[in-house]
């Protein structure tokens, strides 16, 4: 039998991580181990780690950032299997034992499914996808996770909110910028693991999410013009983990074009009149071009295994 560790990185939101915990407590299939990863100072959390009504082992993290509390999950971890999941997630009751299923397929040393984002308990209106977990040849990231339908198929990259991995195979990297949650360590992972086997999404593997507010500065709305450097810089690192040409095609892209949270030339001009956008441009150009510099004199990601 497979045997799986969930690991929850969580920070100064004890009401939602009891939720989160009261959701693993349910689980058909439960987890070999609970570990929930905090700060030393952070009493709220263990209070309610220790309280939980499934067993959990409290390790803590004296660096900042989900990513620092993932490398420290994972080395706490002895499972063969580890999963991770947000402190403002609830896993469905069968959610450990669908990503054990499917984690038996051949080649498999990744699994993940659908984030259902909710509103006060409400599923929000989405617009479903098939497109899902894609890195283009040129660097542009597809993600669509929390909206994705129909089967189970391979995918270049999971969501941290939702996924397992082989625990033997997972590095987790460090080297982002950034000091919360840290954009774009998936496709790091997903790019890190490309070559030694299949990561398998499927939506119907889910987790209800409720998106809660991070006390740093990657703010979900009008985050700092330090995070959104720190975003644009995570996306040229990340890809170059595959290779510095795939970095440099990635700040090509970044920088003629951009995407929504990272405006490039041409998104600027587009949408020059209005305010984020304009917000946005300078920090993207800035983060794009420090991730090429730290790519190009080899200052790229390295990473922690178990």
């Given at each position: 039998?497979?045997t799986f560790?969930?690991i929850i990185?969580?920070?100064?939101?004890p009401d939602?991580l009891?939720?989160?915990?009261?959701?693993l407590?349910q689980q058909?299939?439960p987890?070999?181990e609970?570990?929930?990863?905090t700060?030393?100072?952070?009493?709220?959390?263990?209070?309610?780690?220790n309280?939980?009504l499934?067993?959990?082992?409290?390790?803590?993290?004296?660096?900042?950032?989900v990513v620092?509390?993932m490398?420290v999950?994972?080395?706490?971890?002895?499972s063969?299997w580890?999963?991770f999941?947000?402190?403002?997630?609830?896993?469905?009751?069968t959610?450990?034992?669908d990503?054990?299923?499917?984690?038996?397929?051949?080649?498999?040393?990744?699994v993940?499914?659908r984030?259902v984002?909710?509103d006060?308990?409400?599923?929000?209106?989405t617009?479903l996808?098939?497109?899902?977990?894609?890195i283009a040849a040129f660097g542009?990231?597809?993600?669509n996770h929390?909206?994705?339908?129909?089967?189970?198929?391979?995918?270049?990259m999971?969501?941290?909110?939702?996924?397992a991995?082989?625990?033997?195979l997972l590095?987790?990297?460090?080297g982002?910028?950034?000091?919360?949650?840290?954009?774009h360590?998936?496709?790091?992972?997903?790019l890190?693991?490309?070559?030694?086997?299949?990561?398998i999404?499927d939506?119907?593997?889910t987790?209800?999410?409720?998106?809660?507010?991070r006390l740093d500065?990657?703010?979900?709305?009008?985050?700092?013009?330090?995070?959104i450097?720190d975003?644009?810089?995570?996306?040229?690192?990340a890809c170059?983990?595959?290779?510095k040409?795939?970095?440099a095609?990635?700040?090509?892209?970044s920088?003629?074009?951009g995407?929504?949270?990272c405006?490039?030339v041409?998104?600027?001009?587009v949408?020059i009149?209005?305010?984020?956008?304009?917000?946005?441009f300078?920090?993207?150009?800035f983060?794009?071009?420090r991730?090429?510099?730290?790519?190009?004199?080899?200052?790229?990601?390295?990473f922690?295994r178990?």
């Amino acid at each position: 039998m497979t045997t799986f560790s969930v690991i929850i990185a969580t920070y100064g939101r004890p009401d939602l991580l009891k939720r989160c915990l009261e959701g693993l407590s349910q689980q058909l299939r439960p987890a070999d181990e609970v570990i929930v990863v905090t700060r030393p100072d952070d009493t709220a959390s263990h209070d309610v780690a220790n309280g939980a009504l499934v067993t959990t082992r409290l390790v803590d993290v004296a660096t900042p950032g989900v990513v620092a509390a993932m490398a420290v999950g994972l080395r706490a971890s002895t499972s063969d299997w580890v999963a991770f999941t947000d402190d403002d997630a609830i896993a469905s009751p069968t959610w450990i034992g669908d990503l054990e299923q499917r984690s038996h397929g051949d080649g498999v040393i990744g699994v993940g499914g659908r984030d259902v984002l909710e509103d006060d308990g409400v599923e929000r209106s989405t617009l479903l996808t098939s497109d899902v977990g894609r890195i283009a040849a040129f660097g542009r990231f597809t993600g669509n996770h929390h909206r994705g339908t129909g089967g189970a198929r391979s995918v270049a990259m999971l969501k941290g909110v939702n996924c397992a991995y082989d625990a033997s195979l997972l590095g987790i990297p460090t080297g982002l910028f950034g000091t919360g949650a840290q954009a774009h360590f998936e496709i790091a992972i997903g790019l890190d693991l490309e070559g030694q086997g299949t990561l398998i999404y499927d939506p119907s593997v889910t987790v209800r999410h409720a998106p809660g507010t991070r006390l740093d500065g990657d703010r979900r709305i009008l985050p700092s013009r330090a995070s959104i450097a720190d975003v644009a810089s995570n996306a040229v690192l990340a890809c170059g983990v595959r290779s510095k040409w795939f970095a440099a095609q990635r700040s090509m892209f970044s920088l003629a074009i951009g995407d929504a949270s990272c405006p490039g030339v041409a998104r600027f001009l587009v949408g020059i009149t209005k305010a984020d956008i304009r917000r946005r441009f300078l920090p993207s150009l800035f983060g794009t071009l420090r991730g090429l510099l730290f790519v190009a004199c080899g200052r790229g990601l390295r990473f922690i295994r178990r």
